[in-house]
């Protein structure tokens, strides 16, 4: 079995375009039923460091 | 820039965790991410004496929810956290006739910190090992339904003698796909890809210390489709008087852009006076929002020396959008132990797996 897997990962590695491999037995990659499109809530530093506008400064 | 350095990452740690940074944020670019999902299931269990319902989490991919965040650093350093927990009631690979109901509980799953940059990637903290999941890899596009972890569906029923009697074999404890050392707390290294390959190493602890060692490999060879595998081994030093928990062995995956897959693993582990052996066969067809697969799995020796544990299964995959998919399988077990005539169960479930 493992002279198997070797082959493959050889015949494998000649030609082949790299591809990200996801387990089916993880969260899914893709869409959300709440959260839409992105597949999750997405918060990042820009919603976080909204300028704070000096009111005084006007 | 060590200063800047560790302050961006104390944001990154209090923000994601608390989520009370806010405002006060001082690094760019930091993405915190929630997502989850709730995967339920109705499964039958016939074992030649009783035959029940249980209303299951399915424990090929439980009930989740998963809360990560990433920064950059320094142009060549980024640095994250990865928290998930699972939330199981009933879950499929525990309950039996006996024990119909079990309350969930909150479940550690990963809880780490790492740092990546073009020198790969480390993780500290609980997470998986490096060879966790490497007699898992499928392409099929029906895990949710069966993979080579057969255990994850009706794994704690127990085969009955021919007179009806409880034989104290498992499924779990006769079939298993002794896929590694799981998750513990560990260091973790991963490589850089090259040409699809990744390697990794892990080493921690649970009650004694645990090595793994992996190399991946996934790739797209145009008209040859996907191909996906990967090599582990683990060593779990011995407990007084034990010896080394030991194991070896892999999983290979092709998809044909036809849609036919076909999946084989392999496992090998070290066990007092004996080796525990398991291989698993699976053929798929995937076309559209349908997957379906046939699979057969083999156990040797796992429990006691003569054990055969045999599985065969038939699952079905559909997916009507992309965050649903309902899912149904039956699968017959059935066991050869010398001196004993055990009684084949049989297994029928429906569900489905929603991402939220």
Same mark, same amino acid.
């Given at each position: 079995?493992?002279?198997?897997?070797?082959?493959?990962?050889?015949?494998?590695?000649?030609?082949?375009?790299?591809?990200?491999?996801?387990?089916?037995?993880?969260?899914?990659?893709?869409?959300?039923?709440?959260?839409?499109?992105?597949?999750?809530?997405?918060?990042?530093?820009?919603?976080?460091?909204?300028?704070?506008?000096?009111?005084?400064?006007? | 820039?060590q200063?800047?350095?560790?302050?961006?990452?104390?944001?990154?740690?209090?923000?994601?965790?608390?989520?009370?940074?806010?405002?006060?944020?001082?690094?760019?670019?930091?993405?915190?991410?929630?997502?989850?999902?709730?995967?339920?299931?109705?499964?039958?269990?016939?074992?030649?004496?009783?035959?029940?319902?249980?209303?299951?989490?399915?424990?090929?991919s439980?009930?989740?929810?998963?809360f990560?965040?990433?920064?950059?650093?320094?142009?060549?350093?980024?640095?994250?956290?990865?928290?998930?927990?699972?939330?199981?009631?009933?879950?499929?690979?525990?309950?039996?006739?006996?024990?119909?109901?079990?309350?969930?509980?909150l479940?550690?799953?990963?809880?780490?910190?790492?740092?990546?940059?073009?020198?790969?990637?480390?993780?500290?903290?609980?997470?998986?090992?490096?060879?966790?999941?490497?007699?898992?890899?499928?392409?099929?596009?029906?895990?949710?339904?069966?993979?080579?972890?057969?255990?994850?569906?009706?794994?704690?029923? !127990?085969?009955? %003698?021919? =007179?009806? $009697? #409880?034989?104290?074999? *498992?499924?779990?404890?006769?079939i298993?796909n002794? @896929?590694? +050392?799981?998750?513990?707390?560990?260091?973790?290294?991963?490589?850089?890809?090259?040409?699809?390959?990744?390697?990794?190493a892990?080493?921690?602890?649970?009650?004694?210390?645990?090595?793994?060692?992996?190399?991946?490999?996934?790739?797209?060879?145009? !008209?040859?489709? %996907?191909? =996906?595998? $990967? #090599?582990?081994?683990? *060593?779990?030093?011995?407990?007084?008087g034990?010896i @080394?928990? +030991?194991?070896?062995?892999g999983?290979?995956?092709?998809?044909?852009?036809?849609?036919?897959?076909?999946?084989?693993?392999?496992?090998?582990?070290?066990?007092?006076?004996?080796?525990?052996k398991?291989?698993?066969?699976?053929?798929?067809y995937?076309?559209?929002?349908?997957?379906?697969?046939?699979?057969?799995?083999?156990?040797?020796?796992?429990?006691?020396?003569?054990?055969?544990?045999?599985?065969?299964?038939?699952?079905?995959?559909?997916?009507?959008?992309?965050?649903a998919?309902?899912?149904?399988?039956?699968?017959?077990?059935?066991?050869?132990?010398?001196?004993?005539?055990?009684?084949?169960?049989?297994?029928?479930?429906?569900?489905?797996?929603?991402?939220?």
């Amino acid at each position: 079995m493992r002279a198997l897997v070797l082959m493959a990962f050889l015949a494998a590695g000649c030609a082949a375009e790299p591809v990200a491999y996801h387990s089916g037995n993880e969260i899914p990659d893709g869409p959300g039923m709440l959260t839409g499109e992105k597949g999750a809530v997405v918060l990042n530093a820009d919603v976080w460091r909204e300028p704070r506008e000096d009111a005084t400064a006007k | 820039m060590q200063k800047k350095s560790l302050a961006a990452l104390t944001a990154l740690a209090l923000g994601a965790m608390a989520g009370t940074a806010q405002a006060q944020a001082p690094a760019q670019g930091i993405e915190v991410k929630l997502s989850g999902q709730v995967n339920r299931a109705l499964l039958s269990a016939d074992d030649g004496v009783d035959q029940e319902w249980f209303n299951v989490d399915n424990g090929n991919s439980s009930t989740r929810f998963r809360f990560n965040a990433e920064a950059p650093i320094t142009p060549a350093l980024r640095a994250g956290i990865l928290f998930e927990v699972e939330y199981k009631s009933n879950p499929s690979s525990d309950v039996n006739f006996a024990t119909r109901s079990i309350s969930p509980e909150l479940d550690e799953r990963h809880m780490d910190v790492f740092f990546a940059g073009p020198w790969g990637r480390a993780r500290l903290g609980q997470g998986d090992g490096a060879a966790n999941g490497a007699s898992e890899v499928d392409l099929s596009g029906t895990s949710v339904a069966h993979y080579a972890s057969t255990g994850d569906i009706g794994g704690g029923f !127990e085969y009955r %003698t021919a =007179a009806g $009697a #409880l034989s104290g074999a *498992s499924i779990s404890g006769t079939i298993s796909n002794q @896929d590694f +050392e799981s998750r513990y707390d560990r260091l973790l290294y991963q490589t850089p890809v090259f040409s699809g390959f990744m390697g990794e190493a892990s080493w921690g602890h649970k009650d004694t210390d645990v090595t793994d060692l992996a190399l991946r490999y996934s790739g797209k060879i145009r !008209e040859f489709g %996907t191909l =996906a595998a $990967a #090599l582990g081994w683990s *060593s779990e030093d011995a407990a007084p008087g034990g010896i @080394d928990d +030991e194991t070896v062995g892999g999983s290979v995956s092709w998809l044909h852009p036809s849609g036919i897959s076909l999946t084989y693993a392999h496992t090998s582990r070290d066990l007092a006076g004996r080796t525990g052996k398991f291989d698993y066969f699976k053929a798929g067809y995937e076309v559209g929002k349908h997957a379906v697969s046939v699979d057969y799995a083999i156990g040797q020796d796992q429990a006691a020396s003569g054990d055969e544990a045999k599985m065969y299964g038939i699952g079905y995959v559909f997916t009507p959008i992309a965050w649903a998919e309902v899912f149904a399988l039956y699968k017959l077990h059935s066991m050869d132990r010398p001196g004993a005539d055990l009684d084949d169960i049989s297994f029928f479930m429906v569900g489905t797996r929603v991402k939220f």
